[in-house]
């Protein structure tokens, strides 16, 4: 149980263009969904907390107008990364709380974005 | 703010040997504490967790114990296998207030085990 998936796994696009990163959980409903992004041997940083039906809370220094989240449905948050530089290559992981246990997390396996 | 501090790496062990990392942390009042894995190409996976002073977290011969008196949350276990070798985080999320559910990681420890 508490699977959560992301998709792609492994996206490169072009400088300028527009990429989104789906974040699902697979067998419950996640109130709240974090994403985090993780630079080469580097923890994972904290980049905003999606809650289902209401607006993203980013983190100080998180660009929301360029790293879109919408948080549509109980199973599903979307990260949209807007007019990619290479700068924002990296390593994208979500992860998904279930309803009443705010503090435990199950991660997905992230998405490689590569920026060229 | 809050934040944790992990032994730096990469750590190399034999199978069968003994193993310890290091993770302190700094935060406020009894944070909830976590030892999370992330096994190559796969997500990061709750390995064990405690919630308060003294509460010792064990999984799969894992073992971490809450230490207020030194903020620390020391992962140990007494007999590593290959299948152990991953990348092991320290993580802590505050008791309460507006970042309770946020969680703040260490840098991450990889951990080799040779046969």
């Known amino acids: 149980g508490a699977v959560v998936s992301q998709h792609p796994s492994r996206v490169i696009c072009k400088s300028g263009t527009s990429v989104k990163i789906e974040c699902r959980s697979l067998?419950?409903?996640?109130?709240?969904m974090f994403w985090y992004r993780q630079f080469p041997k580097q923890s994972l940083m904290l980049m905003a907390t999606?809650?289902?039906?209401?607006?993203?809370?980013?983190e100080q220094g998180v660009e929301k107008d360029k790293f879109l989240i919408n948080h549509a449905s109980l199973t599903l948050s979307t990260l949209t990364v807007t007019s990619a530089h290479p700068e924002d290559s990296s390593f994208y992981i979500c992860?998904?709380?279930?309803?009443?246990?705010?503090?435990?997390?199950?991660f997905g396996p992230g998405t490689r974005l590569t920026v060229t | 703010g809050d934040s944790v501090t992990q032994m730096e790496g990469p750590v190399t062990l034999s199978e069968e040997a003994f193993l310890t990392i290091n993770c302190t942390y700094t935060?406020?009042?009894?944070?909830?504490l976590f030892w999370y894995v992330q096994y190559p190409g796969e997500g990061l996976q709750l390995l064990l967790k405690?919630?308060?002073?003294?509460d010792k977290g064990s999984n799969k011969g894992f073992e971490a114990t809450y230490r207020k008196e030194t903020t620390s949350f020391h992962l140990e276990k007494g007999s590593v296998q290959v299948s152990d070798s991953a990348v092991y985080f320290c993580?802590?999320?505050?008791?309460?207030?507006?970042?309770?559910?946020?969680?703040?990681f260490g840098q991450g420890t990889i951990l080799t085990v040779h046969p």
């Open positions: 935060a406020t009042g009894y944070p909830s």
């Open positions: 999606s809650n289902e039906g209401s607006k993203a809370t980013y």
């Open positions: 993580a802590l999320t505050p008791a309460g207030g507006t970042s309770y559910g946020k969680l703040t």
């Open positions: 992860s998904a709380s279930i309803q009443g246990s705010s503090y435990e997390q199950y």
């Open positions: 067998d419950f409903q996640a109130t709240t």
């Open positions: 405690a919630t308060k002073a003294d």
